[in-house]
C-alpha cells in the first residue's frame, strides 16, 4: 500500500515519539515517501555535544541512503514541538542543512518534493525548491 499526505504525517508524528532530544525537549519527526510507496522515517537526535545534533530530517536521509534509496523522493512531511505537544504550534520547517540534505536524495531521482510542514492549525505545502533555489547537488560538481 503506498502512502497518501495523511499517512506521511502521521509516520512523522509517530516517528517523533522515538526522538532523542533531552536538551531541546524539542522533539522533531520526519516521513520520506518515496515513489514506490515506501516511507523512511527520521527522528531528532541530540548529543551532549550540542552542536553534533542531527536533525529529524538529516537522520531520514542517512537512514534512506544508507538503505538504498536513491531518487524517487516525491514527498516529505515534518512535524514538530516540545515534548508532548509536538504539531501543536507553528509549522516546523527544515533547517538549512536539512534541505541541503533532502536536496540530494531528490536529486538522485530528478524530482521536486513537497515538503509538508505541519502545524497546529495549517499544514504548510511547499516546494524544495522553494526552500532551497538554485540548489548545489550532485549536477554541480561536473
Ligand atoms: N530540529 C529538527 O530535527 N529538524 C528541523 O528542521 C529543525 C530543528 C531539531 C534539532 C534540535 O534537536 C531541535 O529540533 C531544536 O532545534
Not at 516517528?15 to 532530544?21: D, L, N, P, Q, V
Not at 527522528?43 to 551532549?48: G, I, L, R, S, Y
Not at 536533525?55 to 536513491?70: I, M, N
Amino acid at each position: 500500500m503506498s502512502w497518501t499526505r495523511d499517512t506521511l504525517i502521521a509516520a512523522a508524528r509517530d516517528a517523533a515519539r522515538s526522538a532523542y532530544a533531552p536538551y531541546s525537549n524539542f522533539h522533531v519527526g520526519a516521513a520520506l515517501g518515496f515513489a514506490d510507496g515506501s516511507v523512511v522515517t527520521g527522528a531528532n537526535v541530540e548529543n551532549a555535544s550540542y552542536g553534533l545534533t542531527l536533525c529529524a530530517e538529516t537522520v531520514a536521509v542517512g537512514k534512506a541512503l544508507s538503505e538504498d534509496w536513491r531518487g524517487g523522493l516525491e514527498a516529505v512531511a515534518v512535524i514538530g514541538g516540545k515534548a508532548g505537544a509536538v504539531g501543536s504550534g507553528d509549522p516546523v520547517t527544515p533547517c538549512g542543512r536539512c534541505r541541503q540534505m533532502l536536496n540530494e536524495v531528490a536529486a538522485l531521482g530528478g524530482s521536486d518534493p513537497a515538503v509538508w510542514c505541519v502545524g497546529k492549525s495549517e499544514v504548510l505545502e511547499l516546494r524544495l525548491s522553494d526552500l532551497l533555489p538554485r540548489a548545489f547537488g550532485p549536477d554541480s560538481l561536473g
